[in-house]
């Protein structure tokens, strides 16, 4: 099983890519953080990487248009509208951010590039220790795998990393892709609900995955390693005995 922790270095600036990045770590802990697989880089993304997120969104989307794969319905819109929607999101998500309720957006990287992101959210997390996964990849990127690593990181990050004893994720019955990935990294069915879609009554299946079955599940074989959480822990509301035992390495 997977299990890596890295730390860098007090001040976050040896492992964090840039120089900006390393002044926004002094106030912003999250700018500290990454995540890396075999051939992603997971990060809090900085203005340069905000701007091309959108570019990316603008440019490729994120599905086929008239298509509501989320719930809300924030990406049934012109792409335009949707890449500003994904730096509200983001930038939402660090001013909000504390120990009773935080969404971590990370972006996605290839080779440099960004190609998606991954979100983790968790209300009253000191408590439930229960985090939610969500996220989407541009189409030019899609069915190469990419969703199954970088999902798999977050994963890692919740349950090596914080010490999560729960993870969920909700996806519409018609989602075929995404309902795939959960079976697949050994999600169990919790359940459905109806919302409305576009309107119309629509099937919101629940799917969740405790610690010991993350232990077990395809998910936890996936190489990942956490740079810079130390300065995140009280952020998001854990503590370094909070974590299963897990190897240091340096960043």
């Not at 999250?30 to 809090?44: A, D």
């Not at 979100?119 to 997390?125: K, N, P, V």
């Amino acid at each position: 099983m997977a299990e890596t922790i890295a730390e860098s270095t007090p001040d976050g600036t040896r492992a964090a890519p840039g120089g900006n990045r390393a002044l926004l770590g002094i106030w912003l802990p999250q700018f500290r953080l990454r995540l890396t697989t075999p051939r992603l880089e997971l990060r809090v993304p900085d203005e340069s990487d905000l701007r091309a997120l959108a570019e990316l969104v603008a440019d490729q989307g994120i599905h086929a248009p008239g298509a509501a794969p989320f719930p809300g319905g924030w990406s049934d819109a012109q792409p335009q509208v949707v890449a500003g929607r994904v730096l509200q999101y983001l930038w939402k998500g660090l001013a909000l951010s504390r120990p009773d309720y935080w969404n971590l957006g990370l972006a996605v990287f290839v080779d440099g590039r960004p190609v998606g992101v991954q979100g983790l959210q968790a209300r009253s997390f000191p408590r439930l220790a229960e985090v939610a996964t969500e996220s989407w990849l541009a189409r030019g990127h899609q069915g190469r795998g990419i969703g199954t690593e970088m999902r798999a990181a977050a994963l890692h990050l919740a349950f090596a990393g914080l010490g999560a004893r729960h993870a969920t994720s909700a996806v519409f019955e018609d989602g075929a892709a995404a309902l795939a990935l959960n079976k697949k990294l050994g999600y169990h069915g919790d359940g459905i609900e109806t919302q409305l879609r576009k309107g119309e009554p629509a099937v919101l299946t629940r799917w969740r995955m405790t610690r010991a079955q993350w232990e077990l599940s395809p998910a936890a074989e996936v190489p990942v390693t956490v740079h810079g959480l130390d300065g995140c822990r009280a952020l998001f509301g854990a503590r370094p005995h909070d974590t299963p035992s897990a190897r240091q390495e340096p960043a």
